[in-house]
């Protein structure tokens, strides 16, 4: 019997669904519950802001741009998208060095900030060209030499992997050719090498070794779920410096499954989430009154999304807010009105796990429908080093960042989520069009007012009786609301009038930021 109970524990460990749990727990300090990309920040920024900001403010960490050796690219001038063509594993980029890695890494860990690395490891460089990367190593795209790993044409699918005649992907249709042909003429890395995947591995766990908390792999869609497991299972744990002993890196998959591709999420979820890019398209129609709110009653899994468990969720990334990767136009910065809005939404949702944008300012030029400058890279000085990020005294950026994790409706929301975390969706409230509301448990409740008149109702808020902070309008200081406050009566409810002219047509409220009380930003 013993035996059988033992083959039977072993089966189970091996099962996809034991598999699938063990990359997909972010590994947040207790109390944290949201991440911010900070696209193409210098690494001396981003520690910075761990320190004076994040840390402070309750995000769990940091999506970093690649930090490996890339290709300089002059023509267009030094565009974002060099990021992504990889020349070494050398941590040599615009954004700092190898021993200025190590530093963000160890003084955001210490500010309980954890770093994820966007990983890309489909592809090198172009075909054709050659030159040194920004680490020095030389790169042929022509021969297919990379040095610097090293790499040889024998490490690249070709011919006989991809079938069309210029190995290029061009039908999305077949999954042979989306996995085994070339994005966009990207020198297509052949994973399915015990070389190759060596290479990647070892890369992954300097990493590790270094104190990040996990990864998001680029381009997942266009690389086979076997491969990838094979990578998965050869990490290390966690650096025990900063992470209790046994964990395992947070992983987050690029996979844009709109249902209309024979590629779907859920062969991923074996080796870690997956990016939700119908979240963000189907959310964004909702906040340009495209399509009513009410329907919001059941978002996520009854939107035929994949479970909350399964995926990291955003209302735009790098890719979508230029156009790109998923189809449709989500909210961005440039509507930073709805944007607000939305994540908001976002981080007062239960579902998924959650991450927020934080670019840089660029001047569209539309050309039939697509904008052309849509490659233009960060914020440089006169010799194209990337600018710091300058803080302005209301917490702003300049520079020519735009820093929407910084925004007084996001980050508080970002500590609304801290603090109703683990709690249910109760108490939905809906008008039968554009007004909703809803409550986080007996912890939270908010309210949006998306209609072309104002909205004056009494509401069941689920909360103890009391005066609360409108986080949306200002902060919790000192004991007392910087902007408006509600009065919540013994019998849970409170009126909540929101003009439809309002800068924010939305009211937050959160026992963190209930008036008397201690401050709350993390549980």
């Not at 190995?167 to 990207?186: A, D, G, K, P, T």
């Not at 890196?249 to 062969?267: A, H, L, R, T, W």
Request: hydrophobic fraction near 35%; charge should be neutral; charged fraction near 20%.
């Amino acid at each position: 019997m013993m035996l059988m109970v033992i083959h039977l524990l072993q089966l189970l460990l091996l099962s996809p669904e034991a598999e699938s749990s063990q990359f997909h727990n972010p590994n947040c300090a207790d109390g944290r519950h949201t991440i911010t990309h900070l696209f193409e920040w210098k690494w001396s920024d981003i520690a910075q802001e761990c320190e004076r900001f994040l840390g402070p403010y309750g995000y769990c960490g940091v999506q970093v741009s690649p930090p490996n050796e890339n290709r300089v690219v002059t023509s267009p001038n030094r565009p974002w998208w060099e990021r992504y063509q990889p020349v070494s594993y050398k941590l040599v980029t615009r954004s700092g060095n190898d021993q200025q890695f190590r530093d963000m890494v160890d003084r955001c860990n210490r500010q309980n900030i954890r770093i994820y690395v966007d990983v890309v490891m489909n592809h090198m460089t172009g075909s054709g060209g050659s030159g040194q990367g920004t680490g020095g190593s030389q790169w042929d795209g022509n021969s297919l030499s990379f040095p610097g790993v090293p790499f040889s044409s024998w490490d690249f699918n070709d011919a006989s992997t991809c079938s069309t005649s210029d190995l290029n992907i061009h039908n999305y249709q077949n999954v042979q050719e989306v996995r085994n042909c070339r994005l966009v003429s990207l020198l297509d890395l052949r994973l399915s090498k015990d070389y190759v995947r060596t290479k990647v591995t070892e890369y992954l766990n300097y990493l590790i070794d270094i104190g990040v908390a996990g990864f998001r792999f680029d381009a997942a869609k266009h690389m086979w779920p076997e491969d990838l497991r094979v990578i998965t299972g050869q990490l290390k744990n966690l650096n025990t410096k900063y992470f209790p002993s046994g964990s395992k890196p947070f992983i987050y998959q690029e996979v844009i499954d709109m249902g209309n591709e024979p590629i779907k999420m859920s062969e991923y979820f074996g080796t870690g989430r997956v990016t939700n890019f119908i979240y963000g398209a189907k959310l964004s129609p909702v906040f340009r009154n495209q399509n009513q709110a009410k329907w919001l009653v059941n978002w996520g899994e009854g939107w035929g999304m994949p479970s909350s468990t399964d995926v990291i969720v955003f209302i735009d990334n790098h890719d979508n807010q230029r156009g790109h990767g998923a189809g449709g136009a989500v909210l961005t910065f440039r509507d930073s009105r709805r944007y607000k809005m939305a994540t908001a939404f976002m981080l007062a949702h239960p579902y998924g796990f959650t991450r927020v944008m934080s670019s840089y300012y660029w001047d569209v030029n539309y050309v039939n429908g697509n904008d052309a400058n849509d490659w233009i890279g960060p914020p440089t000085n006169g010799d194209m080093s990337i600018k710091d990020v300058i803080v302005n005294s209301d917490l702003s950026c300049g520079n020519g960042w735009i820093c929407e994790h910084r925004w007084r409706q996001i980050y508080n929301m970002v500590a609304f989520r801290n603090v109703v975390f683990g709690t249910s969706l109760v108490n939905w409230w809906d008008n039968g069009n554009y007004q909703i509301a809803f409550s986080r448990g007996n912890k939270g409740f908010i309210v949006f007012n998306l209609e072309s008149y104002n909205l004056n109702t009494r509401l069941q808020t689920g909360l103890p009786a009391g005066q609360y902070c409108d986080v949306i309008s200002g902060n919790y200081d000192n004991g007392a609301c910087t902007g408006s406050s509600v009065i919540v009566s013994s019998d849970g409810t409170a009126n909540f009038y929101i003009p439809a002219s309002a800068e924010d047509p939305m009211i937050a409220i959160h026992i963190g930021a209930k008036v008397g009380e201690p401050k709350k930003v993390t549980t």
